[in-house]
Every structure is written in C-alpha cells, then in structure tokens.
C-alpha cells in the first residue's frame, strides 16, 4: 500500500513498544505501511481515531496519518510516563493520565491545542476511561484506587477495592452496565453501574471479584458490543469471559514465555488483536482460539495496540 493513498476510511492498527517506534499496518494483509520514530521513549499506550496519539515517558505526540511520519502535536507539561490516552467518541478532546499522579483532558477543537481541565490523584495513574455518557471518566492508580471524574461538573468519587496492590488497567462497558478493573495480583473486580438522573455521578454497585491472571495482571477490556470482557497478564494467557453469563470463562489463549502487554477487539467482537512481549502482535479468532495473522517488524516488546475498523475478516 502507498502510505500517501491511506484513507481515513481504511482499517489502522498501530503498534508501539520499546523499540521506540510505532508501526502502522494493514489489518487483513499484516503488512506495515508506515513507521514512525518515537526516539526518546518507549511507547505505553496507544489511541487512534481521526489522529493517532502516543504516549511515552514525558511525551504525547499526535499524528496526521495522511501526512509524514512527524507528530503535528507535542504536548508539553507532562513530568513523567504517560501510561494512557484516549478520544472522545467526536474527537473533540483527548485524555491523558500518567505518573506524575494527573489526568488531563486537551481541547483538540482549538488551532492549539491546551490542556482544559485536570484532576489531581494522590499517586501515579495507570489506566484512563471515558464512560459512555462522554462526561465521567474513571481513573485507576498504582496505589490500588479508583476514581469517578465528573469532568463537566468536576464531582469525583473515589473506593479502594485492594489494598497494597496496584490497579494496572479500567475498563467501561459500552452499554454503560458495567465497570471492570484488573490488579497487579491478577485480580479482576466487575461492578456495575446505575445513574440516578441528569447532574448524578454515577453509582458503583460491587458485583465479582475473581483471580482472572495467574501471574500479573496488565490488562483488561470489554468487547465493542459488551458480551465479552477480557483479561491479560505475565502468565502468558488473554482470558475472555462472558458478560451475560456472570462472567464465567469462556475462551482461553495462550502464549507460552511471553506476557501478552495490550489487547484491542475487532470492531465484531469476534477477533482479539494482542500485543506480547515478544515483539509480535497477533490476531486470535476467539471462538476458535486460532492465530489469523502475526504483525512482525519490531525488535523489543510491544506494549500499546489500538486498532480501528468496521469489521474484520480472517
């Protein structure tokens, strides 16, 4: 493919690590289309819509992927890792958070874009998520809490579901029903959600709290279309569990040696791109638990995935 033919249209994944580069592939034909440096930091974490965002340690870049391979935004400010960005579903801001114990939301409507609200935690910030409502945004932290940000209102709420641990990743259904985190012990805890009305922040009702890694857990994800709910960890598997069935097992995939860093859904809910430790990413059909595609170009652990698409097909 000629990387100035790509279209806004076509299906992007992205990969980034700690080779300190992002690559840029062609979904279905697992082929790069496009590199770009990210010299001075590894890459944490991945978004892409209109833009693609990065994030690494005291940089958040974004990226024109119709234009060349340098970021059109820095965003300064930023002290230490940034371990998580986002979009909103418009692409009218972006959010951040990172270790220097803030999360950040960036007007992107402006010629330059400014950093429009911030909240503070008492430690560093590991995971970031908009609700579905595009008005609440929950934050996890090192130090095992979880925060509710109100970002029009700026109401918060915060709970300690374990103590002495660190929660690495959260995720919110898109059906708005539930909230999912997972710990560093392997943990997973499922709540779920209920809104009162217009100017309420949301309620968190405790619902499971299972051992969903055995060694680790990194990440954690609910399917586009909320029936599924993934987890991943340093024990080399991704588990995928079914929502409507209490969050029961469903599949299991597994790559023996390597800790399986980021996940993303297909667009279907049917697929599982999953980024590892062995500078690999791979498409995993879930029902089947077959590998479909394997991504290959970087040289060190990959560690952020972000894909966008209307529909895979293996």
């Known amino acids: 493919m000629n990387t100035s033919q790509m279209s806004m249209n076509e299906p992007i994944l992205a990969t980034g690590g700690y080779d300190h580069t992002i690559k840029i592939w062609s979904p279905h034909s697992a082929t790069s289309v496009k590199t770009l440096q990210h010299s001075d930091s590894q890459v944490n974490a991945l978004a892409v819509k209109n833009f693609l965002a990065a994030g690494g340690f005291q940089s958040i870049r974004l990226y024109d992927l119709n234009s060349s391979t340098n970021p059109i935004i820095?965003?300064?400010g930023v002290s230490k890792n940034v371990?998580?960005?986002?979009?909103?579903?418009?692409?009218?801001?972006?959010?951040?958070?990172?270790?220097?114990?803030r999360v950040r939301i960036w007007d992107l409507n402006c010629h330059q874009p400014v950093c429009k609200r911030m909240f503070d935690?008492?430690?560093?910030?590991?995971?970031?998520?908009?609700?579905?409502?595009q008005i609440e945004v929950a934050i996890s932290t090192s130090s095992g809490s979880i925060y509710i940000w109100d970002i029009k209102s700026d109401n918060n709420e915060q709970l300690l579901p374990e103590m002495n641990s660190s929660l690495n990743c959260i995720d919110i259904s898109s059906?708005?029903?539930y909230l999912a985190a997972i710990s560093n012990k392997g943990s997973a805890y499922i709540w779920d959600l209920y809104n009162e009305g217009k100017d309420q922040l949301t309620k968190i009702i405790p619902k499971l709290k299972f051992l969903a890694q055995t060694r680790y857990g990194l990440k954690c994800?609910?399917?586009?279309?909320?029936?599924?709910?993934?987890?991943?960890?340093?024990?080399?598997?991704?588990?995928v569990y079914r929502t409507d069935d209490d969050f029961q097992l469903y599949r299991e995939i597994k790559i023996d040696k390597f800790w399986i860093w980021d996940?993303?859904?297909?667009?279907?809910?049917?697929y599982l791109f999953a980024a590892s430790s062995d500078g690999t990413a791979r498409l995993w059909k879930i029902e089947t638990k077959t590998i479909e595609r394997e991504y290959l170009g970087h040289s060190k652990a990959l560690t952020a995935i972000a894909f966008r698409d209307e529909f895979v097909k293996a």
């Open 74 to 76: 820095n965003f300064e």
């Open 83 to 101: 371990t998580a960005v986002g979009f909103q579903e418009d692409g009218r801001f972006m959010y951040t958070g990172s270790e220097d114990c």
């Open 121 to 133: 935690c008492l430690t560093p910030v590991n995971s970031v998520c908009l609700h579905p409502n």
């Open 175 to 177: 059906n708005g029903k």
């Open 221 to 239: 994800k609910f399917s586009p279309d909320s029936t599924l709910f993934v987890t991943t960890g340093g024990d080399g598997t991704a588990r």
């Open 263 to 270: 996940v993303v859904f297909s667009s279907d809910s049917k």
